[in-house]
């Protein structure tokens, strides 16, 4: 009985246990805040993107014409994008059904390649990031 006594009593190694038993919860949330900095510096980028591509699409006299301006856009544009490729970008220009004086521009974008992917976090956002920009034709 002293010996379980005395080794219950002793504090020297009680640090490296808790360190132990939190450490992978630790890196855990740090690499899930890590991956969801760059999901969502990804996203920003995709959002400013497309509208850019709107805003050069808005020369186009029609639905096919701004679909092909904002395509040209983002395939000539030198994107200085770390994580952003152009290939993998599907780029869409409809009219507005309910407003004849605006159109919107959608990209969605493949983020299947980011590096985020083969981290080991929580829960991430799925694999593709879709968002658009809507611009008025004529003005106000």
């Known amino acids: 009985m002293s010996v ?9 190694g009680a640090a490296a246990i808790e360190f132990a ?25 995709i959002q400013q ?3 850019d ?8 006299l029609s639905e096919e014409e701004r679909e092909q301006l904002a395509i040209d856009y983002i395939r000539t544009t030198t994107m200085n994008q770390t994580f952003i490729k152009s290939s993998q970008m599907n780029v869409t220009v ?6 004849a004086n605006q159109f919107t521009v959608t990209i ?6 980011l590096p985020i992917w083969s981290l080991f976090t929580f ?3 799925g694999e593709q990031i879709e968002r658009y920009a809507t611009i008025r034709v004529g003005g106000i």
């Open 4 to 12: 379980l006594k005395r080794l219950l009593g002793r504090r020297e």
């Open 21 to 45: 038993v939190i450490a992978p919860l630790f890196f855990m949330c740090v690499l899930t805040l890590i991956a969801y900095g760059i999901y969502l510096s990804a996203a920003h980028s």
């Open 49 to 51: 993107i497309a509208a």
């Open 53 to 60: 591509a709107a805003r050069t699409a808005i020369a186009g």
């Open 94 to 99: 409809r009219d507005d059904e309910n407003n």
């Open 108 to 113: 969605k974008y493949d983020a299947s390649d």
């Open 123 to 125: 829960a991430l956002p």
